[in-house]
């Protein structure tokens, strides 16, 4: 048994060095435990005296003068019929003896049957081995625990110096495997070292590697125009004793010429150690490129985008190397969902574009030579969704009060749902304004505000400030979202008889709610000055203020009256068939002709009440029964045999 409780068997038999493990023995004496005088296990028969471990009950210890493996602590017996301690009246017991095998065992080969012996205290009776016929858990000892673990590291071979270089990243099965680039030499060719030298089996001495075997496999190892359909790969051997380092020659170009696109070869290493056990598979690609592709000029290091209003956004980045670009033969390029959309100068290091609303933009930036028509292998590259509106727009806003004098003018308004909005700019103009006027304008510090006021004192150069005759003024609201995308919601316009410095604009509010007349949809009624959804009943009192179809909702279900079936019934609401019986109560809400349930098995139980009921009834006709009968009896006996059926004398 392992020493977490599990138990071996016959499909998992392998014991490990170092680990600990418990030799259980499970025996019977009709004469008790302490009949008993010692168990002996010989882990390994095949070996006189190898592999040998003995349990004195009589003092209760375990001894061994095997150096393969050490014992640890004392044994634990127990009575096998109820788990409890052993007593001296036990006739069944359990040995559990803890060990622990050791490194460099020898002369254990494959699978091993173990022998079990034990001896009681009668001088006449000899050890007694374990019947064959017994269960025993054949057993085999490894050292290896582990699976090997493999490593690659890449390398440019000596005959061909600065043909390699970092390309980045490959995802493949959730993991970011290394990329390299690798530079074809001008007779067509390019050999890369591979070395497996770091892979290791952990199971292995100290000093070791443990790994016995290399199994090199190269995978889409075709040119960039003419890609193959052997997805089989080619697999290279080698053994432990033939090195831990590989070469291979690349001679396809796997790099599209215009740098844009590439299809790298996978390298795949397993390793196996001593005891046939396979690492998991590692990997690299490689990209196989020409002599101008790697021509050393700069790459893109940091690249960002930043959205602005009406659907613009602005692209920036950074050079690895600025001192290396070569504004006469290099440029900037930047291709927009793989349309090449921008080429210019490298000396810049932003550049804007306009998209469309809400689409999303995958965006690539390189630095090309033109020299070549090529890109250097350091880029760049984004997502992004063009923001062009304020979406979603802020539902149910209107204004609740307005109110304008010499000072200034003050708004404040209510709001549904804020949607998109970051936050509010109020502007006041001169009636015919265009409404992106930047005049007077304020802004809310956030999407949370419910007023804003203009101060003239603080624009006192400002046209609509200086008019010294009656004008219209109107006052817009705008919806402002994160990216300064400007939205109208709301407006409200005061009279011609507005003159600066003098008049006053106030509105009169009849029921003093707070709300003046000229907004409150309700101005001779205090408790209401809205209604949302138009339909006659202030936003206060209706029940469904943004539905124009509803206001009430006399049961308290959720559905209003106007469209509930049942309005005065808070457990149903629809009723399918027409058949007057709800849907929730109907066994066939689509068919009017069956409008119950049929009873369920709860249901099928008698009520205790009807039990009664019945009960009580049986027992008055029993009653009645009776007292008949008594009557019947004191009846004269007929005079005609006639009537006298069976002769009795009775009816």
């Not at 019977?28 to 435990?33: M, P, T």
């Not at 970011?176 to 070395?195: I, L, M, N, T």
């Amino acid at each position: 048994m392992r020493d977490d409780g599990t138990m071996l068997d016959e499909f998992d038999k392998t014991m490990y060095a170092s680990e600990t493990y418990h030799l259980i023995v499970e025996g019977r004496d009709v004469n008790g435990w302490l009949d008993i005088d010692y168990i002996k296990l010989d882990m390994n028969p095949w070996i006189t005296d190898d592999m040998v471990i003995f349990y004195h009950q009589q003092n209760d210890s375990v001894y061994s003068s095997s150096s393969h493996f050490n014992t640890i602590g004392q044994a634990t017996v127990t009575d096998l019929s109820d788990g409890s301690n052993i007593s001296h009246n036990s006739t069944e017991f359990r040995v559990s003896i803890p060990i622990v095998l050791k490194y460099g065992i020898t002369t254990l080969q494959g699978v091993v049957n173990p022998e079990v012996y034990a001896k009681d205290f009668d001088p006449e009776n000899d050890e007694a081995r374990l019947s064959s016929s017994r269960y025993k858990q054949n057993w085999k000892y490894s050292e290896d625990r582990f699976d090997p673990i493999a490593r690659i590291d890449v390398s440019e071979h000596p005959l061909y110096p600065n043909s390699m270089g970092e390309h980045g990243t490959k995802t493949s099965g959730g993991i970011d495997w290394p990329v390299y680039s690798a530079r074809r030499s001008s007779s067509g060719e390019v050999e890369v070292k591979f070395d497996a030298c770091g892979s290791n089996d952990p199971d292995a001495n100290e000093g070791e590697s443990g790994i016995t075997q290399y199994t090199w496999k190269v995978f889409q190892d075709y040119p960039w125009n003419n890609p193959s359909n052997d997805f089989d790969g080619h697999t290279y051997e080698r053994t432990a004793a033939m090195g831990c380092d590989w070469v291979y020659t690349f001679y396809n170009q796997t790099a599209d010429p215009s740098g844009f696109a590439d299809n790298p070869i996978r390298i795949e290493l397993t390793v196996e150690d001593s005891e046939g056990r396979t690492s998991e598979r590692t990997k690299v690609y490689i990209v196989v490129t020409t002599d101008e592709l790697l021509r050393p000029f700069s790459g893109i290091s940091y690249c960002q985008a930043t959205l602005r209003k009406d659907a613009w956004f602005d692209v920036s980045w950074n050079y690895d190397n600025a001192s290396m670009l070569d504004p006469e033969s290099e440029v900037i390029a930047i291709s927009l969902d793989s349309t090449l959309v921008e080429l210019e100068s490298p000396n810049r290091t932003v550049t804007s574009f306009r998209g469309e609303h809400g689409r999303q933009y995958s965006i690539l930036i390189q630095i090309r030579n033109l020299e070549y028509n090529l890109s250097a292998l350091n880029e760049c590259s984004l997502q992004l969704i063009a923001d062009g509106e304020v979406d979603p727009a802020p539902t149910g806003l209107g204004f609740t009060s307005t109110s304008a004098n010499e000072s200034g003018i003050e708004m404040r308004w209510v709001v549904g749902e804020q949607g998109d909005t970051l936050r509010w700019k109020m502007c006041a103009m001169q009636q015919g304004e265009v409404y992106n006027y930047s005049g007077i304008c304020v802004e809310t510090d956030d999407a949370f505000s419910r007023s804003a006021s203009i101060l003239f004192n603080e624009h006192e150069s400002d046209p609509l400030v200086l008019q010294n005759e009656s004008v219209s003024i109107q006052v817009v609201l705008f919806s402002v979202d994160m990216v300064g995308n400007e939205l109208l919601v709301a407006s409200h316009s005061f009279g011609d008889e507005f003159v600066n410095g003098s008049g006053d604009l106030s509105t009169q509010d009849t029921d003093e709610d707070g709300a003046t007349d000229d907004v409150d949809a309700f101005p001779s009624n205090p408790n209401e000055w809205s209604d949302f959804d138009g339909d006659g009943v202030g936003d206060n009192s209706d029940e469904f203020p943004t539905d124009e179809n509803e206001y009430v909702d006399s049961d308290g279900d959720g559905v209003g009256d106007n469209s509930d079936a049942f309005p005065l019934d808070g457990t149903e609401t629809v009723d399918s068939d027409g058949d007057g019986v709800g849907d929730n109560s109907d066994a066939a809400p689509h068919d009017p002709n069956i409008q119950q349930f049929e009873a369920t098995e709860d249901e099928r139980k008698l009520d205790p009440v009807l039990v009664l009921a019945a009960a009580v009834a049986f027992l008055g006709l029993a009653i009645l029964g009776f007292a008949i009968a008594t009557l019947r009896r004191r009846t004269p006996p007929s005079q005609s045999g006639n009537d006298n059926f069976g002769g009795d004398g009775w009816d």
